[in-house]
């Protein structure tokens, strides 16, 4: 079975632009949650994704967005970028309500 | 609201030696416990977990973890460390049941491994 891909793996974006991470789930996974991880820190929720609809959202403004798709597969959106945005963004899949997530390697994003 | 701490940020062990990464947890509702290790650059890889079943729990690369509800910990335990080990450790609490398995992580730890 394959893993959770990420694209791309390294982001360079200039502050106030706006930039979109991509994610395909494992496959079988119907669950997509997204994550940041500042340097340093623990992964912080963003929100999750169940059946292409929001399904909880962490403590993230409006200018971070999300989309899942029919086949699981997610997009994260984040606009009018800050220098504090820059971080590891981690995708992760599930099963629905079985308990545990397979993770991505991410991608590095980098604010200048 | 749930919370996870993680004591010590920095752990150092010779090879061979017993590794013990610590975390409390804070839960309102009976919890879900996991281990994640992340190598340098890499995403998080799941260790271990307890979801209510035994409170022993094995993982993957002879870790283990015991779930102590009346010391509100989850400790990280292998009896002999391996080089390998090196890595960055976190520990997450999320609620039991429902479909919304948000995660909240500890800082992490991180495993230095002295030959």
């Known amino acids: 079975e394959t893993g959770v891909t990420q694209s791309p793996t390294h982001l360079i974006k200039t502050r106030g632009q706006q930039v979109t991470l991509r994610c395909s789930s494992q496959?079988?996974?119907?669950?997509v949650s997204w994550y940041q991880q500042a340097l340093g820190q623990g992964p912080q929720f963003i929100f999750q994704y169940y059946r292409e609809e929001e399904n909880g959202r962490g403590n993230f403004p409006p200018r971070f967005s999300g989309l899942q798709f029919p086949n699981y597969s997610s997009e994260l959106n984040v606009n009018a970028l800050e220098l504090d945005d820059s971080a590891l963004y981690l995708c992760a899949s599930s099963w629905g309500d079985r308990v545990g997530y397979t993770f991505g390697s991410g991608t590095r994003l980098t604010v200048v | 609201a749930q919370s996870v701490t993680q004591l010590g940020s920095h752990v150092s062990v010779s090879e061979g030696a017993l590794v013990l990464l610590r975390c409390n947890y804070s839960s309102s509702v009976p919890p879900y416990l996991f281990w994640y290790v992340q190598y340098p650059n890499q995403g998080l890889q799941l260790l271990l977990k307890y979801t209510s079943a035994a409170t022993l729990v094995k993982g993957i690369n002879g870790f283990e973890a015991e779930f102590k509800k009346s010391e509100t910990s989850f400790h990280l335990t292998k009896p002999s460390a391996h080089m390998s080990d090196a890595a960055e450790y976190f520990c997450?609490?999320?609620?039991?049941?429902?479909?919304?398995?948000?995660?909240?992580f500890g800082k992490g730890t991180l495993l230095t491994v002295n030959p």
């Open positions: 997450a609490v999320s609620k039991s049941g429902g479909s919304n398995y948000k995660l909240t």
């Open positions: 496959s079988g996974h119907n669950t």
